[in-house]
């Protein structure tokens, strides 16, 4: 596809039934170069026949924060006010560009949109989509400003001693921008929200998508509230017990509980439910579930990216229909795969890898 005919093809994919002339008078060429461009695609197969049907695969789409984490560690006590020896390291992270990675590793056709700067930074997330196949045609790309940072230290024991957050390019991804990729997220099966979002941003996804099924990953008790006010606009969430403790403004202390507690978020609408208890596993509850699941993983390496893993399982299981136990037995062996890793996104992940720990259960 040419660069010409890819303008034309967004054009179409927004509204199939615009006309030559509007497309003309949009891409300031004659109506007659537009006929062209529109045959070419045809023959190439991107359109189908009359009213320009066009044949995208429309991935799941992912929507948050992209980072690169820069990791300081000490190779003996730290001297406060001084230069210490040890070694740098830097991994990419957010918890949404995590979500894509890890839905790529389980070969789901995945679209991530996250805003980058024009740095060092953005081109290494560019070329790990480009690597993994993610879809990152629709990021909001700010040339002047800086890629989302971390930078934390660690003491010659592991310990963190101080960090520096340089998120703010996410709230880029405001109402105003959002509203310009509403058409296309709104044709994905399933969506997944990254309450690293600002919250009029959450809010106004939630009002205005209206055929994607929405997942929320809370990410921290602090994040989770940018989605409180909209709970009941998600098909699927999964808080962990401090979280679902704020969204519901309440104690949740025992299993009767925990019970309780995901039956207020069916109450609110939601469809499937996960509440996550740490090394104890999870509680699920749906229109036709209701229980607890261990976790069996006993070689915890690293817990960082467990929960990344384990929202991006839950798209492959809804996506493969997978039902009660088989649904969250596939997200807790995602998550498992991922915590016996040292990486937070296990290089070993995918779906037969998964399949081979639920059956070591």
Same mark, same amino acid.
Request: hydrophobic share 40%; proline share 2%; aromatic share 6%.
């Given at each position: 596809?040419?660069?010409?005919?890819?303008?034309?093809?967004?054009?179409?994919?927004?509204?199939?039934?615009?006309?030559?002339?509007?497309?003309?008078?949009?891409?300031?060429?004659?109506?007659?170069?537009?006929?062209?461009?529109?045959?070419?695609?045809?023959?190439?197969?991107?359109?189908?026949?009359?009213?320009?049907?066009?044949?995208?695969?429309?991935?799941?789409?992912?929507?948050?924060?992209?980072?690169?984490?820069?990791?300081?560690?000490?190779?003996?006590?730290?001297?406060?006010?001084?230069?210490?020896?040890?070694?740098?390291?830097?991994?990419?992270?957010?918890?949404?560009?995590?979500?894509?990675?890890?839905?790529?590793?389980?070969?789901?056709?995945?679209?991530?949109?996250? $805003?980058?700067?024009?740095?060092?930074?953005?081109?290494?997330?560019?070329?790990?989509?480009?690597?993994?196949?993610?879809?990152?045609?629709?990021?909001?790309?700010?040339?002047?400003?800086?890629?989302?940072?971390?930078?934390?230290?660690?003491?010659?024991?592991?310990?963190?001693?101080?960090?520096?957050?340089?998120?703010?390019?996410?709230?880029?991804?405001?109402?105003?921008?959002?509203?310009?990729?509403?058409?296309?997220?709104?044709?994905?099966?399933?969506?997944?929200?990254? $309450?690293?979002?600002?919250?009029?941003?959450?809010?106004?996804?939630?009002?205005?998508?209206?055929?994607?099924?929405?997942?929320?990953?809370?990410?921290?008790?602090?994040?989770?509230?940018?989605?409180?006010?909209?709970?009941?606009?998600?098909?699927?969430?999964?808080?962990?017990?401090?979280?679902?403790?704020?969204?519901?403004?309440?104690?949740?202390?025992?299993?009767?509980?925990?019970?309780?507690?995901?039956?207020?978020?069916?109450?609110?609408?939601?469809?499937?439910?996960?509440?996550?208890?740490?090394?104890?596993?999870?509680?699920?509850?749906?229109?036709?579930?209701?229980?607890?699941?261990?976790?069996?993983?006993?070689?915890?390496?690293?817990?960082?990216? $467990?929960?990344?893993?384990?929202? $991006?399982?839950?798209?492959?299981?809804?996506?493969?229909?997978?039902?009660?136990?088989?649904?969250?037995?596939?997200?807790?062996?995602?998550?498992?795969?991922?915590?016996?890793?040292?990486?937070?996104?296990?290089?070993?992940?995918?779906?037969?890898?998964?399949?081979?720990?639920?059956?070591?259960?």
């Amino acid at each position: 596809m040419t660069e010409r005919e890819r303008e034309v093809y967004n054009l179409i994919e927004k509204d199939p039934m615009i006309s030559q002339a509007e497309l003309a008078a949009m891409l300031g060429i004659t109506r007659t170069s537009v006929g062209v461009h529109i045959s070419n695609l045809m023959k190439k197969g991107y359109i189908k026949g009359k009213g320009y049907i066009t044949n995208t695969e429309h991935p799941v789409t992912v929507i948050g924060g992209a980072n690169v984490d820069y990791q300081g560690k000490s190779d003996r006590m730290i001297i406060m006010e001084d230069s210490n020896p040890g070694k740098i390291n830097h991994a990419l992270g957010g918890v949404g560009r995590n979500i894509a990675e890890n839905l790529s590793m389980l070969e789901v056709p995945v679209r991530l949109i996250t $805003a980058m700067g024009g740095d060092a930074e953005a081109s290494m997330v560019r070329e790990n989509a480009v690597e993994r196949g993610i879809d990152i045609e629709d990021c909001l790309l700010l040339m002047n400003e800086r890629t989302s940072t971390y930078l934390y230290i660690l003491d010659h024991l592991g310990d963190m001693v101080t960090a520096v957050s340089d998120m703010s390019i996410t709230s880029r991804l405001n109402e105003d921008f959002l509203r310009t990729k509403l058409m296309k997220i709104d044709k994905s099966a399933y969506t997944v929200i990254d $309450a690293n979002l600002p919250e009029a941003s959450i809010h106004f996804l939630v009002r205005h998508l209206q055929n994607t099924k929405l997942i929320f990953d809370t990410v921290s008790t602090t994040k989770a509230l940018r989605g409180k006010a909209v709970l009941d606009g998600f098909y699927g969430i999964k808080p962990n017990l401090i979280e679902a403790e704020v969204l519901l403004d309440r104690k949740i202390l025992t299993d009767k509980d925990i019970e309780s507690a995901g039956q207020a978020f069916l109450d609110m609408g939601i469809k499937k439910v996960f509440i996550t208890l740490g090394k104890k596993g999870v509680y699920f509850t749906d229109e036709e579930h209701s229980f607890f699941r261990s976790s069996k993983v006993s070689d915890v390496v690293n817990v960082t990216g $467990a929960g990344d893993a384990f929202t $991006a399982a839950m798209v492959y299981a809804l996506q493969h229909q997978l039902r009660g136990i088989d649904f969250v037995d596939f997200c807790l062996g995602a998550s498992g795969v991922t915590v016996m890793s040292e990486d937070t996104i296990a290089r070993n992940l995918s779906v037969d890898n998964i399949k081979q720990m639920i059956k070591e259960r």
